[in-house]
C-alpha cells in the first residue's frame, strides 16, 4: 500500500510545516503539500485561503506578502515555508504530492519545480483546468484529480485531462470506482484515512493508496 502523508504528518506536527513534512518523511512513501500565492506572487505551503486556523495571523493569505506571512507562527514556532523550501526539503527522499489549490499558479508552480524537482512528483487538484495546465507545462509529472461529491469527475473525464491518479474520500469511493479507474490505467488513492477500520476498508475496495495524518501509524499498520 502506497502511504502519503497528508499535510506531512498533521495528527504529529503542525501541518504543512518543515517538521510536520521531516516527521512524514519518516514512514510515508510520499508527503503531501497544499500550494497558495502570496500577495506579492511567491508560493507558499498552507491550506487554508485564511490564516487564522493553522497560524496566529488573521486575514487571507493572498493579502499578505512573503515577509509578512513568514513572521506568523505556523504551531511550536515553526514558518509557512515556501515552495522552494520544500522541494528542497524533498530532493532525493520520499516522493512529494502537490495538491494546487488556486487555479492560475500552474506556470509559477511549474517553474519551481523543473529548478529543484524531487525524485518523485505527483501533482494534484480539485481543478481540472489545473491539471490540464500541468501536463501541458509539464508531461513527464504525474498528475492526479481529486474526486469529491462537490467534484464528481469519472474515470473516463480524468483519463482526457491526462491525470495518472484519482483522488477521492473513503466514504465516496466504491469498488466499482475503483474497477474503472483500473480498467483505464489510472491508480486509485483515498483519503484521509486514520482507523484500522480505515485501512481495512481501503484493502478491501483495492486502491492502490492512502493519505494518512499519521503516516507512521499506517505503516505500523500495513506492515504488520
Given amino acids: 500500500m502506497m502511504i ?32 497558495r500565492m502570496s500577495s506579492d506572487g511567491e508560493l507558499v505551503v498552507i ?34 515555508p515556501t515552495l522552494s523550501e520544500v522541494l528542497e ?12 489549490k ?12 523543473a529548478c529543484c524537482r524531487p ?4 501533482i494534484v487538484s480539485f481543478h481540472g483546468e489545473s491539471i490540464t495546465a500541468i501536463s501541458r507545462i509539464l508531461p513527464d509529472v504525474a498528475t492526479g484529480i481529486i474526486i469529491s461529491e ?14 495518472a491518479v484519482v483522488l477521492t474520500k473513503i466514504s465516496f469511493l466504491k469498488p466499482a ?4 479507474a483500473h480498467d483505464r490505467g489510472l491508480l486509485v488513492v483515498s483519503w484521509t484515512l486514520n482507523t484500522g477500520k480505515d485501512y481495512s476498508d481501503a484493502q478491501m475496495i483495492g486502491v492502490d493508496g ?5 503516516p507512521c501509524g499506517a505503516r505500523h499498520y500495513f506492515s504488520a
Fill in 4 to 35: 502519503t502523508g497528508h499535510r506531512g504528518a498533521k495528527a504529529l506536527e503542525p501541518e504543512n510545516t518543515l517538521r510536520a513534512l521531516r516527521r512524514g518523511m519518516d514512514c510515508a512513501n510520499y508527503v503531501e503539500i497544499d500550494v
Fill in 47 to 80: 491550506h487554508d485561503p485564511t490564516l487564522e486556523r493553522t497560524t496566529n495571523g488573521t486575514g487571507r493569505v493572498g493579502d499578505h506578502t512573503l515577509r509578512e506571512l513568514r513572521e506568523l507562527d505556523a504551531g511550536k514556532g515553526e514558518k509557512i
Fill in 89 to 100: 526539503l524533498t530532493r532525493g527522499s520520499p516522493g512529494l504530492v502537490v495538491e494546487i
Fill in 102 to 113: 488556486e487555479p492560475g499558479t500552474e506556470d509559477r508552480i511549474s517553474r519551481e519545480v
Fill in 119 to 122: 525524485d518523485r512528483l505527483l
Fill in 150 to 163: 462537490k467534484n464528481p469527475v469519472t474515470a473516463e473525464d480524468a483519463q482526457i485531462l491526462g491525470a
Fill in 177 to 180: 470506482m475503483v474497477t474503472k
Fill in 210 to 214: 492512502i493519505a494518512t495524518d499519521d
